[in-house]
């Protein structure tokens, strides 16, 4: 039985992965000043931050149009697919899932839409794993079960420069509550099954690397790890060099996609675990 994947662009995968695995991935819309660009295919990243800060009139986001997604579905079925899995943001925080949803239902029970409650390599690392298991033989239910697995145990955390562009996005209740002095403080967010966290802020970006590092140590033995910046990849790779002997699998360095960065802002660092079973 050969299965397809399909994702969009929220999820880092590296092209050179996608690639190997032959996994589809449906770009997201971010609209700058009245024009629509195809994340990571009209637009760089690099380009994004450096413009983000000085913008006059924010970033917004858009989920691909229910055809966009029917076509990769065709497009893998025509191919040979017999079944295919599509992989999404959480339902919570982004319509992609619902239009991939949508898309799904010309096809019957031959497309399985998955929420995976995560972004980023949070829901990259879903897709990925799910397609290695899938050239190795597992079937469409198998990897139905390995997916679900994933989506309990897969952590993300972020220390991001300020949560006003968390705030100005509007998908996270409590942020509201954080006005005033709140806004000079670094914010430490965490994403989990579809949930925003927060885990305090920090006075300085010293002690919320810190934190950031603590948080990691708590989730234990690890099969799998990313660090995440938006635009910030001095620090970055400083933080990689403190955490890669963590995973026996060399860790991942992400600039973060545009579609995730318009909501977090510039200067973000993270990590994205598998942590072990």
């Known amino acids: ?34 024009r629509s660009y195809l994340d990571g295919v009209e ?13 006059r009139h924010l970033p917004t986001t858009s989920s691909p149009s229910v055809g966009s997604f029917q076509q990769r579905y065709e497009k893998l079925f025509k191919a ?12 919570g925080l982004s319509g992609i899932y619902n239009a991939a949803r949508l898309a799904a239902q010309e096809f019957g029970q031959r497309v399985s839409v998955i929420d995976s409650g995560q972004l980023s390599l949070g829901l990259g690392y879903q897709v990925t794993l ?37 705030r100005r996005s509007g998908r996270v209740s ?16 965490g994403l989990r099954l579809g949930i925003v966290q927060r885990f305090g802020q920090a006075r300085t970006r010293l002690q919320g690397i810190e934190r950031l590092v603590e948080i990691l140590n708590s989730w234990g033995q690890l099969e799998r790890l990313a660090v995440l910046h938006t635009n910030a990849e001095a ?3 400083q933080l990689l060099e403190r955490v890669k002997s963590k995973v026996a699998i060399p ?7 545009t579609v995730i960065g318009t909501h977090v802002g510039p200067n973000g660092l993270g990590f994205v675990a598998v942590p072990a079973s």
């Not at 994947?5 to 770009?27: C, K, R």
């Not at 409590?174 to 967010?189: D, E, H």
């Not at 860790?251 to 996609?257: R, S, W, Y």
């Open 1 to 34: 039985m050969k299965i397809g994947f399909v994702t969009d662009s929220t999820s880092d995968i590296p092209a050179s992965l996608a690639g190997q695995y032959g996994i589809e991935i449906v770009p997201v819309l971010v609209n700058l000043n009245g």
């Open 43 to 55: 637009i760089s990243r690099e380009e994004f931050y450096s413009r983000l800060p000085g913008m």
């Open 80 to 91: 040979g697919a017999d079944s295919i899995l599509s992989i999404h943001p959480p339902n």
């Open 130 to 166: 799910a397609a290695e298991a899938a050239a190795k033989g597992a079937m469409h239910e198998e990897l139905l079960s390995l997916v679900e697995d994933l989506r309990q145990r897969v952590r993300l955390t972020a220390l991001l420069e300020t949560i006003a562009y968390v």
């Open 174 to 189: 409590w942020v509201n509550a954080m006005i005033g002095s709140a806004l000079r403080l670094q914010p430490l967010v």
């Open 235 to 237: 620090a970055a790779s």
């Open 251 to 257: 860790p991942m360095l992400v600039n973060v996609t």
